[in-house]
């Protein structure tokens, strides 16, 4: 049996969940960490603790594959020996969340604890309820006593965003016992024992600080017209579909370039998210230097209420990890990276200004979800709702999610046709592919 240590709170409990922000801009789709704040008034709230690990006392490691759709890392799990599942792999999430409800009635799951979550505009109220004693398996590595989060709603509709059927996250509550390779070529996550795990000679360290459950490093940034940010505090974020995203609320230092393109970033709960697209001329991870990377620029509300346990710069999502393999070694407060040969290419990203999202049966109905203004998309009279019924005359049955990403990446001057149905009524624009950020 777990123990569990239970304490008395009389102020606001915070909690990191995650909420998809839809971008209005690129297909690259943006999960940040938005904080919920519960309110448990005088309400007791179990801490509770994890075994350390799993591994028999020979056992080095356990290897499996995943899948890396529209830059987010899938992993197959099977929960109480039963119920295949997909998870998406998220570093920077603190717990791990079973996103829908229907798995966790089906498998008779019992409550321990229910927690009203409300969003950071204090309007909508949420629901989350903690299970214990799960039977978790990913691949020949099993955990007995799990615990997990369930949602009441799925607030994160991941298959909107991937194409594929997601059920929940896989975070650090349970990463954090291990050391955690991640390697973008081969597709193959390896969980192994930190008690046998010994670096390559290849693998270039870089010292971590782990702070809820969650990776962070200092990187040295150089934004346009400025002096360089130095040791400027980013998440490690297998979890975010994007190269990057900075705070400008949280340093003076982050000023949003005159170029940048306005913009709603995400949507949460209490409305639009404000923000701006840009290019950072160059950011230093260790002794690697990257630049012009297409990013992000988090403005917040000034009626959002924001609580930070722990103060970052911003995050650096898999746009960026996966130009390397990533070895995370939680113990010991270290993170590996080794160089594969997409390190220097240059960054793709949208050309079109629309967002795609997948829906319907079997995923296979394609709407816009948003159209950037003065872009080729919306000069073309595109509009959010609108149903894509072929792309280069392509039809819809034979595109994915991923397939029309891609297709609005190329290069810049590439014609492109589509084929919309709005109101019941088809109607054919044409538009050609152009750049959206500046130097």
Known sequence: MNSFRENRYDYLIHFNLKIELKHSHFFERLFIKVLFICLLISFNFIAWSQSFNTFSASQQKVSVAFEYIN????VDILLDEKLPLKFILDTGAEHSILTKKEVAEVLNFQYVKKFKIVGADMNRELIAHLVTNIHFRIG?????????LVLDEDYFLFEELTGQNIQGILGGDFLRKYVVEIDYKRKRLTIHNPKFFKPKKKHKVIPIMVKNNKPFIKSDLVLQNLEPMKASVMLIDSGAGVTLLLDSDESEAIQ?????VPGNIGSGLGGQLLGYFGLLPEISIGQFNLK???????????????????????LIGNQILDRFKVIIDYRRDKLYLQPNKRLYKPFKFDKSGISVIATGF??????????????????AGLKPGDQILSLNNIPYKFLSLKGINKRLKRKVGKKTSMVIKREGV????KFELRNLLEN
């Open 71 to 74: 830059n987010f890392i899938l």
């Open 140 to 148: 020949a590595l099993e955990e007995e006593n799990v615990q997990m």
């Open 256 to 260: 949003i370039p005159e170029n940048a």
């Open 292 to 314: 012009n990377i297409p990013m992000n620029f988090q403005v917040k509300q000034n009626d959002s209420i924001e609580i930070n346990l722990f103060k970052k710069n911003g």
């Open 362 to 379: 079997k995923l296979r109905k394609y709407l816009i979800q948003s159209v950037m203004r003065d872009s080729p998309a919306g000069e």
């Open 426 to 429: 088809k109607k054919k624009v």
